[in-house]
């Protein structure tokens, strides 16, 4: 976080189970962190390490058998999980966007996105029709999509992918929040499209001061556009730092192993691809040892029976693992 602004967000200890005819699945486990005011947060992981569910689970978005059990979230100071219905609503309207992987999901097949757009406007900003429409028609041009009021009248069907994200990303922007969501929202899209989506979010974040948290499996779009990342494995974070100082000395070994998956090429010959060995483990128990230790070449006997916590290692950069890799020793901190 920015040392010199207070956080828009503060998330503390965070706890989420799913409970299920099985038995309880604890996907997110004591997970803390903090946005900044225009500070751009990536979090990354591999699928099922409990990123997404912990973005759901701050604005209450979860499915019926899915319940935070405990923690605290702060939005400007207010205890998001005290809030009533109604406030939770014009929280998520108005002060938080959510752009989602899939666009098609997310918006209605059977309206257009200029209604789309503008009953959010009218709603949650007290616009008239006219004025509505007119916001609706600068959004969709703000986001790159031309001949901006024809295209209001369009269905989502009528758009490529690329641009039924933009629309999404217009319609996340409408009410100029103070927080962005942004869950995997160029995975589905080709490189080019990709990039000018990243373009596009970099310079809408400088331009309104919104804070933003991009969730990713992709480190190479991180590098590009984060202040900060948060490294997220079996429900809990392991590792966050700056973008540069994570990129320069990642400290979890799980963290090292991602870096060492993304493809490299040397000369005139690529590098084989590197995979991490080994299975994410089962969340059917709140962790008691170290869940990466399973698939970790530097794993002894403490990580076996106890769950490291966070510590500070200097340059705002925290890790929970009981080995340093600076030493190649063991790293014993209470």
Known sequence: MRDDKAPLLDVADLKTVFHTRSGDVHAVNSVSFEVAPGELVGVVGESGSGKSVTMMSLMNLLP??????????????????????????????????FVFQDPMTSLNPVFTVGRQITERLRKHMGMGKRAARKRAAELIALVGIPDAERRLGDYPHQFSGGMRQRVMIAMALACDPKLLIADEPTTALDVTIQAQIIELVRKLRHEFETGIVWITHDLGVVAGIADRVIVMYAGQIVEQAPVRELFARPQHPYTR??????????????????????????????????????????????????????IDVGHRHDVACWWDPETGEARFHD
């Open 257 to 310: 192993a991602l870096l060492e998956t993304l493809p490299q090429v040397t000369g005139e010959r690529s590098e084989r691809l590197r995979t991490i060995e080994g299975q994410p483990p089962q969340l059917d128990a709140h962790p008691t040892s170290c869940p990466f230790a399973p698939r970790c070449a530097h794993a002894f006997g403490r990580c076996l029976t106890e769950n490291p916590v966070r």
């Open 64 to 97: 019926r058998a899915a319940e935070v059990v405990s923690g605290e979230v702060l939005f400007e100071g207010r205890d998001v999980r005290a809030m009533s219905r109604r406030e939770l609503l014009r929280l998520r309207g108005r002060d938080v966007g």
